[in-house]
């Protein structure tokens, strides 16, 4: 009996171990998912002026974060640019608290996929999108909802498996 609380304790701690163990760290639940995309105007990088994701309404658009400190943004630049290439997607570059010089230095260097990049210095606006670190794909319908969150870097089994058949979903819907 004076063994059963501390039994039952470790127990209890693993089969909760087990579990953790046993999820993909990259599915971490978005509640905004399903919901209207946050509203943004944020300064574009490579031109004068602003870009608002009330521009991006109408279309099926992905949301990129990146940043030229960003390891898995280089693994994933290849994959990300095939991608938005060859299905014509309006693409924008939400460069997360970079520095200008940086972030268009990174551009020059790898080649840009992005059909305009905005920044985010200070990381606001990744704040109201629920960016927990870079990089992060979202995909936006004609409506503004967000349909698609991916943590981390893109990979070609992803973008055939998963992000291809969501993008010709929602190109077939009014």
Not at 42 to 55: I, M, Y
Not at 59 to 70: E, G, R, T
């Amino acid at each position: 009996m004076k063994y059963l609380v501390p039994l039952s304790a470790f127990v209890v701690l693993v089969v909760l171990l087990a579990f953790g163990l046993g999820n993909n760290p990259r599915l971490v639940p978005s509640p905004l998912l399903h919901k209207p995309a946050p509203a943004f105007i944020a300064p574009l990088l490579l031109e004068q002026g602003k870009v608002s994701s009330e521009q991006m309404l109408g279309k099926v658009w992905v949301l990129n974060v990146w940043a030229s400190w960003c390891a898995g943004c280089l693994d994933e630049h290849a994959v990300l640019t095939q991608w938005v290439t060859e299905q014509q997607l309006p693409t924008l570059g939400l460069n997360y608290k970079d520095t200008h010089a940086k972030a268009e230095a990174w551009l020059k260097q790898w080649g840009n996929p992005y059909s305009v990049v905005a920044l985010d210095p200070k990381g606001d606006i990744g704040l109201e999108w629920g960016v927990y670190g870079v990089p992060e794909t979202f995909i936006i319908d004609q409506k503004g909802i967000i349909r698609y969150k991916h943590i981390g870097s893109l990979t070609e089994a992803v973008v055939r498996e998963q992000l291809n058949p969501l993008i010709q979903q929602l190109r077939g819907q009014p």
